[in-house]
Every structure is written in structure tokens, then in C-alpha cells.
DNA sequence: AACCCGTGGAA
DNA sequence: TTTCCAAGGGT
């Protein structure tokens, strides 16, 4: 077969060597860079959807610290892994890789996939996961498609993938030899030079062949909703009352929080503003009143080492202050 | 495809 | 103050 070199492959090799070479030299220091433990790559993947690299830091390091592998983690209950990831949003991700880690060690002898589509069969884990997993772990050559991706391409070709379309763009840049480094050089890009807005095209080592170099064309963005949200205060001495919302529930299952209260007239004891997902949300903690039988009291030390909400974290640091 | 799921920091 | 967003997955 004939072995000379297309053009768009040359453009490719070209590419790649010097977003690999920025890369190398340039990357950040973050703590999931320096293991190839899967299973520490498997807990800084998860973290990362769709979260800061600066709210997981001490996450990660805080989660590994208390699961430092698999077994640990399976052997755990729901709750103890709630609380480690309380503040951290996204509490589905929580119960996800407590549910995969127990189907590693029950059903996979404790032996981790060392395949994107072994991952994939895991619960919270898809597409990207899989490959990002694949890729860093085990050097497999399968492309990720992030955010951070999806917009390189963007710039890089001058128009938008979609769809389908996107992961086979990624997977025709994809350096096979590197696969890793090649996936993580893809978002660190996006991350850090081709930013959303003002992205810093005089620095970026790809500036050469992109179709783009500036802005892009903005999209439309889904309006916010905003509401009310009515919290109850019970306080006894150093004390609050929480409550545990269902197991069931599709927003933040097995979480403590203050008891919800219909919307009423009275005077708030604390006003706030607190932010879920697309809904800007009016906070008002009245000071509770009426008989509570269900609940657990905890002192403001204890709640922080319990599985609270954000949102109580936050109100709760509020209304402490101002008792001292 | 469209929608839902959290959070807090930056602009 | 308000807006915008960050290494997605599940349904």
C-alpha cells in the first residue's frame, strides 16, 4: 500500500507537534497529572464534569485521602460519599461512582476496564469519560470531546461541528502516539489560551494554521428563571434542626437541609441570593416556629461534617456568624 | 434534541 | 448587581 503522505496528514503531524510541545512545557501542575493510577483518573474525571479545576482541587485531594481506591470506596456508605462531595454540586456524580465502584469489586474481581467501552458499561460515565479515561490511563487512541474542544475545532476550522460530525474532526486530529497528552493538550488549550471570550491568540501555539483567531460568533443564550425559596430556622442553644431530603428525589437525593417552608409574610431572619443550575433563587430563612418532630439537631461544627446542601452550607455560615 | 442536574468565582 | 460559565451524563 502506498505510504506517501497527504497533505491534510502532513498538516496534522504539523499540529500535532506543536500543540504537544506547548503542552509539555506549558501545562498546568495539577495533582491527576502526576499518577496513572486509573482509579485516580477515574475521580478527577468525574469531579471535573462540568466543574472548576479550583472547586476540585481540595475535593480530590480530600476524597483520595478518605477512598484511596476502589475497594475503599465501595466499601463505603452512599452517605460518607455524599458528604465528601458536599459543595461540590452535581450529587448524582456522587452516588454514580459510589454504585460503579461497587460493580468493579462485585462483579469485575476489582479489576478496573481497561477499555473506553469497558468504562462506558459504568454508570456516569460516557462518552468523553470513557475516552478520557482510555486515553490517560491505559494510552488507548480514542478522542475526547469536551467544551474545551469543541470550541478549538471551532476556531481551529473557522466553522462549527455538530454532533457526529465533531467527534470524527477530533478523532482525525487525534495524536495516536499520545493519545493523552494529546486529549488533555486539546482542553488545556481551551482552557487556558483559547478562552471563550478574549481568547490570547498571540500566545497560541496553534495561531499558525487557525481559520478563526478572535472572537466567535455568540450564541443565544437560555434566558434565567428566577424564584423563591422559604427555609425554616429551628435553633435551640449551639443547635440547628436538618432534615434529609428523599433518596429518590432528582435534585440532590440524600442531602441535608434546613425544612422547607411554604412562602409567608413573615419577617426573614437572613435574605440571600443563591444560584441552581438556569434559576437565580430569592433565599428566605424565617425563624421556625411550629412544633418539628422529624429531624436531626446538630451543632454548626456537625452539620459541616455531614452531606448539607450548598445552599445550607451557606446559610448556615450566615447565621452563625451573626450569633457570634 | 432538549432538558435537567449545583456551585462559586470571574467579568 | 447580573451574567456567564466549567474536563458531561442521563433521560
Redesign the pocket.
Known amino acids: 500500500m502506498s505510504t506517501s503522505a497527504t497533505a491534510a496528514d502532513s498538516d496534522a503531524s504539523d499540529l500535532q507537534k506543536s500543540l504537544l510541545s506547548w503542552y509539555r512545557h506549558s501545562r498546568?501542575n495539577?495533582p491527576?497529572?502526576r499518577t496513572r493510577d486509573p482509579y485516580a483518573i477515574w475521580i478527577?474525571?468525574?469531579m471535573?464534569?462540568?466543574?472548576?479545576?479550583?472547586?476540585v482541587l481540595d475535593k480530590y485531594a480530600q476524597f483520595l485521602a478518605q477512598f484511596p481506591n476502589v475497594k475503599a470506596l465501595a466499601d463505603a456508605s452512599l452517605d460518607e460519599v455524599l458528604t465528601v462531595w458536599?459543595?461540590?454540586?452535581?450529587?448524582?456524580?456522587a452516588r454514580?461512582l459510589h454504585q460503579a465502584a461497587q460493580m468493579v469489586v462485585h462483579h469485575l474481581h476489582g479489576k478496573f476496564p481497561d477499555t473506553a467501552a469497558g468504562w462506558?458499561q459504568?454508570?456516569?460515565?460516557?462518552?468523553?469519560?470513557?475516552a478520557?479515561i482510555a486515553s490517560i490511563a491505559f494510552n488507548e487512541p480514542a478522542a475526547?470531546v469536551?467544551?474545551?474542544v469543541e470550541?478549538v475545532l471551532e476556531r481551529l476550522d473557522g466553522e462549527r461541528h455538530?454532533?457526529e460530525r465533531l467527534w470524527e474532526r477530533a478523532e482525525q486530529l487525534l495524536a495516536k502516539r499520545a493519545p493523552g497528552d494529546w486529549n488533555?493538550a486539546m482542553?488545556?488549550l481551551?482552557?487556558t489560551i483559547c478562552?471563550?471570550?478574549?481568547p490570547q491568540c498571540l500566545v497560541c501555539p496553534v495561531n499558525g494554521p487557525c481559520k478563526t483567531r478572535g472572537p466567535l460568533q455568540?450564541?443565544p443564550?437560555?434566558?434565567?428563571k428566577r424564584a423563591e425559596l422559604w427555609y425554616a430556622l429551628y435553633a435551640r442553644k449551639n443547635s440547628v434542626l436538618l432534615v434529609q431530603r428523599p433518596a429518590d428525589h432528582?435534585?440532590?437525593?440524600g442531602?441535608w437541609e434546613l425544612p422547607a417552608i411554604r412562602a409567608n409574610g413573615v419577617e426573614p431572619l437572613h435574605k440571600l441570593?443563591?444560584?441552581?443550575?438556569?434559576?437565580?433563587y430569592a433565599v428566605f430563612v424565617v425563624r421556625g416556629r411550629t412544633a418539628k418532630k422529624h429531624g436531626k439537631w446538630v451543632t454548626h461544627e456537625e452539620a459541616h461534617r455531614m452531606a448539607?446542601?450548598?445552599?445550607?452550607?451557606?446559610i448556615l455560615r450566615k447565621h452563625f456568624a451573626r450569633e457570634a
Open positions: 498546568r495539577l491527576w497529572r478527577s474525571e468525574i471535573l464534569q462540568q466543574t472548576r479545576v479550583a472547586a458536599s459543595g461540590l454540586g452535581y450529587y448524582r456524580r454514580a462506558r459504568l454508570p456516569g460515565i460516557g462518552r468523553y469519560t470513557s478520557a475526547v469536551d467544551g474545551n470550541r455538530e454532533g488533555q482542553m488545556e481551551g482552557a478562552l471563550p471570550q478574549n455568540s450564541r443564550q437560555p434566558k434565567r432528582s435534585l440532590m437525593a442531602m441570593r443563591h444560584s441552581i443550575t438556569d434559576t437565580d448539607i446542601t450548598g445552599l445550607t452550607r451557606k
